[in-house]
C-alpha cells in the first residue's frame, strides 16, 4: 500500500500568522484573550486555542474592555469600529490575501458598476467583503444564479479566496455573454489554488483520497468537492479516528490532503492509522510526498 499526501496539505501562510499572533498576545496579556468568532475553521485547533485561553466569542457584551483578535477571515467595518468602541484593544489577525480583496471590493463598490462576488454568502469572508463594499456587492454562489441575471453594461467579478478556481472560471464565461464591459480579478489565493490543483492530480493517481479538515473549512470542502467529481472513493474526515478499514478496501494507492486550516498533526496521524490498518490485514506501505 502506498499513501502518498498532497501539496500544500496543512496550514496555510495566512493560518500560520493567524495562530502565531493569538499566541503571542497571549503571551504579552499574560491573561485570556478573545477571537471574533472562531480564529481559522478548524475544531481541534480551536479546542486547543481554549485550552490556551484563547476564546472564540460574539457576544459583544462579553468583550466589552477585553483584548480581541479578528479571526484570519475578516470582518466588515461596521464590526471593527464596534470592536474597537467597546474592546480595550483589537488586534486584526485578518489574512493579508483577504485584507487585499477587501481592499479591492472597497476600490470597486466606489466605482459606476455592478460588483459580482463569487463565494458563500454564510462565510465570514463574504460577510466581512459585503460589509467593505457597503451592501453594494451581489453575492453569487452557483452558475444558475449567474444564468439569472440579466445583461448589464458594465460587471467586476472577483472570488472569495478559498473558492473553487473551474467554478469561478464558468461562472466568468456565464457573464462574458450578458455584459458590454466585463474586468475579472482572480482572487483566489495562490496556495489554495496550488492546493486544488494537487487535488485534483492526486485524485487520477490513487484509489482512495482522504480529505482532512474542519466541516465548516470552506477551502476544505472545495477540495472535497473537487476530488470527488474526479475519485468517487472520497472521504471527508475531520479527524484520523474517522478512518475506517472498509474506507480503504481493496485499495493499493491512498492519498491524502489537508485544507488551510488543517493542522500538520491530523494528517501525520492519518497516515499512523493508515499504516495500522495496513499492517493489521498483513500488507507493506510506504508514504510519499505528491510529485511536483
Same mark, same amino acid.
Given at each position: 500500500?502506498?499513501?502518498?499526501?498532497?501539496?500544500?496539505?496543512?496550514?496555510?501562510?495566512?493560518?500560520?500568522?493567524?495562530?502565531?499572533?493569538?499566541?503571542? &498576545?497571549?503571551?504579552?496579556?499574560?491573561?485570556?484573550?478573545?477571537?471574533?468568532?472562531?480564529?481559522?475553521?478548524?475544531?481541534?485547533?480551536?479546542?486547543?486555542?481554549?485550552?490556551?485561553?484563547? &476564546?472564540?466569542?460574539?457576544?459583544?457584551?462579553?468583550?466589552?474592555?477585553?483584548?480581541?483578535? &479578528?479571526?484570519?477571515?475578516?470582518?466588515?467595518?461596521?464590526?471593527?469600529?464596534?470592536?474597537?468602541?467597546?474592546?480595550?484593544?483589537?488586534?486584526?489577525?485578518?489574512?493579508?490575501?483577504? $485584507?487585499?480583496?477587501?481592499?479591492?471590493?472597497?476600490?470597486?463598490?466606489?466605482? $459606476?458598476?455592478?460588483?459580482?462576488?463569487?463565494?458563500?454568502?454564510?462565510?465570514?469572508?463574504?460577510?466581512?467583503?459585503?460589509?467593505?463594499?457597503?451592501?453594494?456587492?451581489? /453575492?453569487?454562489?452557483?452558475?444558475?444564479?449567474?444564468?439569472?441575471?440579466?445583461?448589464?453594461?458594465?460587471?467586476?467579478?472577483?472570488?472569495?479566496?478559498?473558492?473553487?478556481?473551474?467554478?469561478?472560471?464558468?461562472?466568468?464565461?456565464?457573464?462574458?455573454?450578458?455584459?458590454?464591459?466585463?474586468?475579472?480579478?482572480?482572487?483566489?489565493?495562490?496556495?489554495?489554488?496550488?492546493?486544488?490543483?494537487?487535488?485534483?492530480?492526486?485524485?487520477?493517481?490513487?484509489?482512495?483520497?482522504?480529505?482532512?479538515?474542519?466541516?465548516?473549512?470552506?477551502?476544505?470542502? $472545495?477540495?472535497?468537492?473537487?476530488?470527488?467529481?474526479?475519485?468517487?472513493?472520497?472521504?471527508?474526515?475531520?479527524?484520523?479516528?474517522?478512518?475506517?478499514?472498509?474506507?480503504?478496501?481493496?485499495?493499493?494507492?491512498?492519498? /491524502?490532503?489537508?485544507?488551510?486550516?488543517?493542522?500538520?498533526?491530523?494528517?501525520?496521524?492519518?497516515?499512523?492509522?493508515?499504516?495500522?490498518?495496513?499492517?493489521?490485514?498483513?500488507?507493506?506501505?510506504?508514504?510519499?510526498?505528491?510529485?511536483?
Amino acid at each position: 500500500m502506498e499513501i502518498i499526501i498532497a501539496r500544500e496539505s496543512g496550514f496555510c501562510y495566512g493560518v500560520k500568522r493567524a495562530l502565531r499572533l493569538a499566541r503571542e &498576545i497571549r503571551q504579552q496579556e499574560n491573561s485570556r484573550v478573545y477571537t471574533w468568532g472562531e480564529l481559522i475553521h478548524n475544531p481541534a485547533v480551536i479546542k486547543e486555542l481554549q485550552e490556551e485561553d484563547i &476564546i472564540p466569542s460574539e457576544d459583544i457584551n462579553q468583550l466589552k474592555g477585553a483584548t480581541v483578535i &479578528i479571526r484570519s477571515h475578516g470582518v466588515s467595518p461596521e464590526i471593527y469600529e464596534l470592536l474597537k468602541s467597546r474592546a480595550r484593544k483589537v488586534v486584526d489577525a485578518t489574512c493579508p490575501i483577504v $485584507k487585499k480583496i477587501q481592499q479591492l471590493t472597497s476600490r470597486l463598490a466606489g466605482q $459606476k458598476l455592478e460588483l459580482i462576488i463569487v463565494g458563500n454568502p454564510n462565510h465570514p469572508e463574504i460577510q466581512g467583503l459585503l460589509g467593505t463594499s457597503q451592501g453594494k456587492a451581489l /453575492i453569487v454562489e452557483n452558475e444558475s444564479q449567474v444564468a439569472a441575471l440579466p445583461p448589464a453594461r458594465r460587471r467586476a467579478i472577483l472570488a472569495q479566496s478559498t473558492q473553487d478556481r473551474e467554478l469561478f472560471a464558468r461562472i466568468v464565461s456565464l457573464l462574458v455573454g450578458k455584459t458590454q464591459e466585463l474586468r475579472v480579478y482572480n482572487t483566489i489565493c495562490r496556495s489554495t489554488q496550488i492546493r486544488q490543483q494537487s487535488t485534483s492530480e492526486l485524485a487520477t493517481q490513487v484509489d482512495v483520497l482522504l480529505i482532512i479538515g474542519g466541516a465548516s473549512s470552506s477551502n476544505t470542502t $472545495k477540495l472535497y468537492e473537487i476530488s470527488r467529481r474526479i475519485q468517487p472513493r472520497t472521504y471527508f474526515i475531520e479527524k484520523a479516528e474517522q478512518i475506517k478499514p472498509e474506507m480503504l478496501l481493496g485499495s493499493r494507492k491512498i492519498g /491524502i490532503s489537508g485544507g488551510a486550516s488543517t493542522p500538520p498533526e491530523a494528517i501525520q496521524e492519518a497516515v499512523i492509522i493508515i499504516k495500522k490498518i495496513s499492517q493489521e490485514s498483513g500488507r507493506e506501505e510506504t508514504t510519499a510526498p505528491c510529485p511536483r
